[in-house]
């Protein structure tokens, strides 16, 4: 349970010192419950108050992170039941099978999806996270060759499955450095794999029965001090796995269960063999609540999907995704290319930029900030009208770069012409079109 501000207060040094910035330690003591203070703006705290301090405030389901260098995967870290109460943190990881009893050539091709399937959309890249190995052989040697591969082929996170710890333990001998996941802690194997966690200090996942036995299980790995632990409830029909993944986040966010406050992990591919229907239930973890998503296969068809619906829920409800506010050059424009203004929300400047670039005519992309907000709505909410947009454009330098000093400003913005008329006298204002498909056309037929 998070402790309240009187309680943090009892543990601080109580000598008003005012060293942390806030005038008194209760001051600071209640920042700190409200989460608006970091505990290390106060030296004198003693060890034991921290490690108290540190307990309660770690988040109700605890971040582990998978992999190491440049490609880590970090799950969990959740704070709410749903995105609209603040945001959700840790986006899943989608990860694709590969088996020990594979031929070599399916591996490759199943590496090369997983290093070549990434889609460039609104600014960023979207890629899956995450090589899931299983030994279906039982064979430690083939397992540590494929893991080996692996770590050859690509630098991304690894999870290595096999219920036999000396399996894993051969895998992990190729790919220790990278901070596997190690998978399936069960009720057999639990004392080994304790021992593996411990030795190799990778995280691992535990696999239960039943919710019972995951508890059960959770909690010997915390007594020996292993914290990097992610579920598996063990359901692999839909409506188990969803009714677990929903009964986990809950306990762990709304009764501060400890035992369940860990990431989770899914696999759809072991719920059906149709590739579609796998997509559609790891569309519903992507939705609730997985941490983990591990798919048979990737099909470009399928993963867009997912990574767009995965982008949508974990962009933070409270901060638009923004371009920054500037000139842009689109196919190398002269100083007597068209002029276009736009406003900084990312899809609108992706979609109007990429209909720009499509059309192949040189020409001039003037973005104005407005907080993010798209045409329409940054024009009711008075971001996008001529009050505001011509000090942008006088100071911006677009009339430094062209002769002709005519804008192009949204067809959705057309009300403001006359109002920018008057606000700009040197510019001659053009209305262009509403859609962003007809900009190709509206720019061919611009005449200087
Ligand atoms: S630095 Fe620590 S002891 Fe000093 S006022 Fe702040 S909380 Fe109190």
Redesign the pocket.
Known sequence: MPLTGIEIFKL???????????P??LA??MKLAAGKAELT?????SEEAKSKLQEAAAPPILPVTIGAGNRVLKVGGETVMFRHEKRFENPPGLAILITDTMPDAEVTARLDKFNNLKYIRVGLTLRPDMVALKSESGDPAKFEALAGKVKQGTDGPIMLISSNPDVLAAGLKACADRNPLLYPVTKENADRMIELAKTSKCPVAVKGASLDELVELTNKLTAAGIKNIVLDSGARTLRRAFEDQVFIRRSALQKKFRPLGFPTIVFPGEMTTDPMKVAVIAATFVAKYGGIIVLSDFYGESLFPLLVERLNIYTDPQRPLATTEGIYEINNPTDGSPVLLTSNFSLTYFIVSGEMENSRVPSWLVVKDTEGLSVMTAWAAGKFVADAIAPFVRKCGIADKVKHHRLTIPGYAAAEAGGLEEELPNWKIEVGPREGSLIPAYLKAWKP
């Open positions: 601080l040094p109580k000598t008003n010192c005012k060293e942390c910035g806030d008194t330690c600071f003591a703006l106060c030296k004198y705290i």
